[in-house]
């Protein structure tokens, strides 16, 4: 395609990328043909180079950052990096892999998987003797799971806007332990389940303990 | 007198910055087959080099932070998981900033900007004083307000050359848009930053 404009507006044109060095070299011969000969051009360019300057001068920080990427890469399983999830059903999966892969559904693997998780999480702190009568902690009565990249301040938020408290966790599957008391028990679910960070939040009940 | 100075320097560095360009092209497609082959450490290596690069050229597109972050992780996490698409038919940086692009365009979409500007109706908000007694922190206020009175897609292309160093056929890919696009986007903002930095240096014309 041959331009057929005067070669002060095809050089004028071109004077950002003759600047930073980024023309072909029939571009940068149109340029340099037009250059010598234009005083405009010449002071443009001039222009030019200190926009460039200006704009490289100052550039964002770049370690916060990478620490966000790397516990998102991590988040799931710190030794399985392919299995970055990210739907639900991939969370399935890693959640059920030890021992419900005959599970039929979804659902009934969750209520399988909290119900053999929360008893091994509430009892995992030993200083709590069971015969203890000091103050227990709440047990856990709910059991959720955030989308592997959520970040604390969101899960943070997430929990205060349903009344839950973290009770424990992170489980082997990355699930933690809530305690909510039982009348709120079910607006705090119906809040986590609108979340766009949970990807899943059920009601357990430890009551058996 | 200076700009005799810097005509015969750009002459000089032109080749050497060709070089340097293959070099970096060699190394980061190195590095692309390493992050490909699920190098942890290669992919921070990446991560490292194009974080700020993609939180400055996004930062032209999207305006709140948590967003800018989101999208910039999100770009990042798309080269992790799909390295083995990238063929090396463009550059990676190519490659990598469509990508960028394009998640833009999908986050502005759900968040739109709160004060995106009409592009015919700005006014510079700066008030630069005589030419000589310009410091270089106005200077560079006078630059950041210019450019936020330009649209997003002018302020894109603006910073992809004069930060980023890309030519204009390696915007139009990343934009996805024709080549003459881009020299008509890059011609208008020039002039609107010029008029923006009018008072501020005769250089601008």
């Given at each position: 395609?041959?331009?057929?404009?005067?070669?002060?507006?095809?050089?004028?044109?071109?004077?950002?990328?003759?600047?930073?060095?980024?023309?072909?070299?029939?571009?940068?011969?149109?340029?340099?043909?037009?250059?010598?000969?234009?005083?405009?051009?010449q002071r443009q360019l001039?222009?030019?180079?200190?926009?460039?300057?200006?704009?490289?001068?100052?550039?964002?920080?770049?370690?916060?950052?990478?620490?966000?990427?790397?516990?998102?890469?991590?988040?799931?399983?710190?030794?399985?990096?392919?299995?970055?999830?990210?739907?639900?059903?991939?969370?399935?999966?890693?959640?059920?892999?030890?021992?419900?892969?005959?599970?039929?559904?979804?659902?009934?693997?969750?209520?399988?998987?909290?119900?053999?998780?929360?008893?091994?999480?509430?009892?995992?702190?030993?200083?709590?003797?069971?015969?203890?009568?000091?103050?227990?902690?709440?047990?856990?009565?709910?059991?959720?799971?955030?989308?592997?990249?959520?970040?604390?301040?969101?899960?943070?938020?997430?929990?205060?806007?349903?009344?839950?408290?973290?009770?424990?966790?992170?489980?082997?599957?990355?699930?933690?332990?809530?305690?909510?008391?039982?009348?709120?028990?079910?607006?705090?679910?119906?809040?986590?389940?609108?979340?766009?960070?949970?990807?899943?939040?059920?009601?357990?009940?430890?009551?058996?303990? | 007198?200076?700009?005799?100075?810097?005509?015969?320097?750009?002459?000089?560095?032109?080749?050497?910055?060709?070089?340097?360009?293959?070099?970096?092209?060699?190394?980061?497609?190195?590095?692309?087959?390493?992050?490909?082959?699920?190098?942890?450490?290669?992919?921070?290596?990446?991560?490292?080099?194009?974080?700020?690069r993609l939180t400055r050229?996004?930062?032209?597109?999207?305006?709140?932070?948590?967003?800018?972050?989101?999208?910039?992780?999100?770009?990042?996490?798309?080269?992790?998981?799909?390295?083995?698409?990238?063929?090396?038919?463009?550059?990676?940086?190519?490659?990598?900033?469509?990508?960028?692009?394009?998640?833009?365009?999908?986050?502005?979409?759900?968040?739109?900007?709160?004060?995106?500007?009409?592009?015919?109706?700005?006014?510079?908000?700066?008030?630069?004083?005589?030419?000589?007694?310009?410091?270089?922190?106005?200077l560079h206020d006078a630059?950041?307000?210019?450019?936020?009175?330009?649209?997003?897609?002018?302020?894109?292309?603006?910073?992809?050359?004069?930060?980023?160093?890309?030519?204009?056929?390696?915007?139009?890919?990343?934009?996805?848009?024709?080549?003459?696009?881009?020299?008509?986007?890059?011609?208008?903002?020039?002039?609107?930053?010029?008029?923006?930095?009018?008072?501020?240096?005769?250089?601008?014309?």
């Amino acid at each position: 395609m041959v331009d057929t404009r005067d070669p002060h507006e095809q050089a004028e044109e071109l004077l950002p990328w003759y600047a930073t060095g980024q023309l072909d070299d029939a571009d940068r011969s149109i340029v340099e043909a037009h250059l010598s000969a234009c005083a405009r051009c010449q002071r443009q360019l001039a222009g030019e180079r200190r926009m460039v300057e200006q704009f490289k001068s100052f550039s964002p920080e770049v370690d916060s950052g990478w620490a966000r990427m790397r516990q998102r890469i991590e988040a799931p399983q710190p030794k399985r990096r392919s299995s970055i999830g990210r739907t639900a059903s991939e969370i399935w999966q890693l959640l059920t892999r030890p021992a419900v892969a005959a599970l039929a559904t979804a659902q009934v693997a969750l209520l399988a998987i909290a119900a053999a998780i929360a008893p091994s999480m509430t009892s995992a702190p030993a200083y709590v003797a069971l015969g203890d009568k000091a103050q227990p902690s709440p047990e856990a009565n709910m059991i959720i799971l955030f989308r592997p990249e959520t970040t604390e301040a969101d899960m943070r938020l997430a929990l205060k806007s349903s009344g839950a408290s973290l009770v424990g966790g992170p489980t082997d599957a990355d699930a933690y332990l809530l305690h909510v008391s039982p009348e709120q028990r079910p607006s705090a679910l119906a809040r986590l389940h609108d979340d766009d960070d949970v990807l899943m939040a059920e009601p357990i009940d430890g009551a058996a303990r | 007198m200076r700009q005799g100075a810097q005509v015969t320097m750009s002459r000089t560095a032109s080749h050497p910055r060709a070089d340097a360009a293959r070099v970096e092209g060699v190394e980061e497609r190195q590095l692309i087959e390493r992050v490909r082959a699920r190098e942890l450490p290669a992919f921070e290596k990446l991560y490292r080099l194009y974080q700020p690069r993609l939180t400055r050229f996004l930062s032209n597109l999207v305006q709140r932070p948590q967003v800018l972050e989101e999208v910039v992780d999100d770009t990042m996490m798309v080269v992790w998981e799909t390295a083995g698409n990238f063929r090396g038919a463009s550059k990676l940086s190519t490659w990598i900033f469509s990508i960028a692009y394009r998640k833009a365009l999908k986050a502005r979409s759900r968040w739109p900007d709160p004060l995106e500007e009409d592009p015919n109706d700005t006014r510079a908000s700066t008030d630069p004083g005589p030419d000589d007694q310009v410091q270089q922190g106005r200077l560079h206020d006078a630059l950041v307000a210019a450019m936020e009175s330009l649209s997003a897609d002018h302020r894109t292309v603006v910073d992809l050359t004069y930060f980023h160093s890309m030519g204009y056929r390696e915007i139009a890919e990343i934009m996805d848009c024709p080549v003459d696009t881009v020299k008509t986007r890059m011609f208008h903002a020039r002039r609107r930053l010029r008029e923006a930095l009018g008072g501020t240096s005769a250089d601008w014309l």
